[in-house]
């Protein structure tokens, strides 16, 4: 590849950098972050994502509802989080830079696109005069730069409307990042070409626009310097670029071909788990059936009657859905058939904001049933965490014939990292038999070890028995209104659960076993915690983390954990359940910290709030 004459200008070397890319809904910053992602993944960088998507669909074109942003942070070293803050803001139009500036630190870059300021855009946005000329960015170091008018003379002699012409300035602006960082044109040039193969002048105008982003970083005088993030050291392995939804529907996919059975997917579609339907309606090869059902009812229906045939029935949603599908989950509690639910959790309540982060339906899980419907849940920590814990959750409920909840959210479904790919032979054998034996069936006899039932399935001759919504008869499963069986079947259902605790792992402590203080975390908040916690314990507070991947039952030892330490804080994108049930269960004063704003936590946020308490525990001992 060829390019205008290179200046000689100096060459900094940073460990991080953090980048958000900004503009409307239409000007592709998901792809355009995506590619820097997909681009440093490559280079060998540890990378950490943030996607935030409009909530409204058709926001209107230059509104604040209608931004839409995409943070990546790419590092030398290992990174737990997509950063606070960014280093960097590339804000394609005036509703992007309002939306923004009050997270950009002072002294950090602003890269605008000073063509979209017009008198139309700054009244969308809700400024008086323009931001760019006015003096209120003397804080930041701005460079404004025309990319619309450069980028439409980049694409001159093409047969595009000048408005198909516009749709590509996202391309401009990554060419010039691409320069600004050291980054290679050449896997999004491959990329647009086979995005756009059977488009070939979108394909040229895309990869036009790239390479004159690229050339104008090169002979522009406003840039005074450029950066090299260094690679990242890893293990040896092969790695790719994985999302949380795509790493779920990985770990299903391996669950299935381990348990040998085939996978189900009913499935309703609903922000931000869809794109679970999606990746796996494309493992047809590997006998994956999926089915979008009319309503999220009929989704789950249609999962446990592919359980009862024998299949591996699982079906996804949100919060709203798993409102909706709470009774058929205690159908599945009472006929204990495995299930898998996925709940990719977003803001509520009711459709709330549906492309924002939240915590809050950890309770619902547990406990919106009517009755004692135990459930277990597992909850991943990390993008790259989804596929472990998809496989795990499909381990237990095979192996204990029961419905797992699989805990997600917003966060890790849409953040990406890079994933070291493991070895299918390494993945343990997951399979359980079904019932075939008609000498001494009992439908409800149970494995003395598990409590699981045997799975018959319809059509094995001399294993018909009765199934439904109506409590069992031990042993038998005929319907039974006895209040003594009754009570053992709900005990029963009761202990297999329980019982999962001796088949996990204990929960982990890193940092000191006992001392001031533990913050205790469940799902995305790992990295904001991680993170924090390091920047403590390299101040020398006697400080530690511990992270919950498993929510029903608890770790065998999270009673022991968290009394080795005189506080406890339990940072939560919800108003505290997980603190509740701390509290509740150990009678010990856990701390909850609670922010519900659609967004993860900021590091600096959780460590300013563990200093408080260090502070204020260091003052009551004097």
Known sequence: MTTTNEREIPMEELERVTIRFAGDSGDGMQVTGTQFTRTSAVFGNDVSTLPDFPAEIRAPAGSLPGVSGFQISFSSTDIH???????????????ALKVNLGELPAGAALIVNEDAFTATNLAKAGYASNPLKDGSLHNWNVFSIPISTLNTRALEGLEMTSKQMDLTKNFFALGVMFWLYERSMEPTLQWIGDKFKKRPVFADANKRAL?????????????????????????????????????????????????????????????????????????KTFGVKTFQAEDEIAAIGSAIGASYGGAMGMTGTSGPGIALKS??????????????????QRAGPSTGMPT???????????????????????????????????????????????????????????????WPIPSVDDLPDISVPNRTEKAGFRPYDRDPQTLARPWAVPGTPGLEHRIGGLEKADLTGNVSYDPENHHRMQELRQAKIAGIANDIPELEVNGPAEGDLLILGWGSTYGSIRSAVERLQARGHS???????????????????????????????????????????????????NKVRGKPFRISEIEAEAERLIAELRGASR
């Open 327 to 344: 009774e058929a989950m205690g159908l599945a509690v009472m006929v204990e058939l495995p299930l898998v639910v996925v709940d990719v």
């Open 543 to 593: 400080v530690a983390h511990a992270h919950m991947r498993y929510l029903n039952p608890f770790p065998r030892n999270t009673g022991d954990v968290v009394k080795a330490y005189k506080r406890v804080m339990i940072p939560e994108i919800n108003l505290g359940q997980l603190s509740m049930l701390i509290r509740a269960r150990y009678l010990v004063d856990a701390q909850g910290y």
């Open 211 to 283: 390479r004159a982003g690229y050339a104008f970083g090169e002979t522009t005088e406003i840039f005074h310097s450029r950066y090299m993030v260094p690679r990242a050291p890893q293990r040896p392995g092969t790695y790719r670029n994985l999302t949380g939804n795509e790493g779920a529907a990985l770990g299903f996919v391996a669950a299935s071909v381990k348990a040998n059975r085939p996978l189900f997917y009913g499935s309703y579609p609903i922000t931000p788990a869809s794109d679970i339907l999606h990746e796996l309606a494309s493992y």
């Open 356 to 418: 924002k982060n939240e915590q809050a339906d950890l309770l619902q899980v547990l406990y919106g049933r009517n009755s004692d419907s135990p459930v277990a849940v597992v909850a991943p920590a990390t993008p790259g965490e989804t596929f472990w814990y998809a496989f795990e959750a499909w381990r237990l409920a095979l192996k204990y014939m029961t419905p797992v909840v699989f805990l997600s959210d917003a966060f890790l479904a849409t953040g990406a990292e890079p």
């Open 81 to 95: 989080t997509p950063g606070d803050e960014p280093d960097v803001l590339v804000a394609m139009n005036p509703a």
